[in-house]
């Protein structure tokens, strides 16, 4: 990635090649100011959720965000569901491409997964904080076999060449702006832009060896689903298997 003047208060750190971006914020932990970002050009061992890895060569865009939010424990999970709709914006204001969101926080485009987040607590520390760290499959050339059928790029999906840079400051612009939100409102705007975005609702859910219908997102971000059968769950962040959106 070339040298780009980012116009915010918090620290940019572009790099080339990092092990993970979310391990290098997380080592900046006790000195970093809110809201320092890194952007690394590819990860080395790009970390996903539970534990699996995020493959991450040259032609992705891998950046994290430390944050210090004064908050309730309990709220800070919801900066997931905000990360993934400033992607949503940022896709659109940068390659013009719209994006849906499949429950709790991949970014789709056309079916295929184009963004993963991984939101990270450093507690335990004299000034704890969070990590969220986000994969944009924005140029990424290929693919391994294995999950070809799911993953894919914002450019093989648009044919259209992703400019990183413009990408990395659409992205810290959203992020920015939404978080500032989240913090006044409590989150309910962004919560309302998620629902709008949110691709599972009306589909087939499944989940635990059961199937059902995804009716709608809580207020806590669960996925309100009615099981085959009649009775109704909230799914609260997890693992769910959802049939339908990806390869659509
Ligand atoms: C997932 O879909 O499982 C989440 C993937 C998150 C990947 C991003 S890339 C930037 C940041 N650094 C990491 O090591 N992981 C996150």
Redesign the pocket.
Known sequence: MSAFSFDRAAPVLVEGCV??????LRRLADTAADGTAVI?AS?T??????G???L?PEG?????VLLRPELAPERLPSLTPLAAVAVCRAVEAACGARCGIKWP??VLLEGK?I????FESVLGREKPCV?V????NANTASFPEELRAIAGSIAAVTGQRVDLNALAAALLRELDALYARWLTDGGGSVLEEYRGLCLNLGREVLAGGRRGVALAVGEDYSLLVRWDGGEEEALRFGEVSVRGLYGA
Do not use: E, P
Request: charged share 15%.
């Open positions: 092990d993970s971006t979310n391990l290098y690394a990860q061992a790009g970390r996903g959720r539970s699996r890895s995020f991450s992705g865009l891998y950046l994290s926080n991949d997964k963004c993963g987040i991984l990590i760290g986000i994969g944009i």
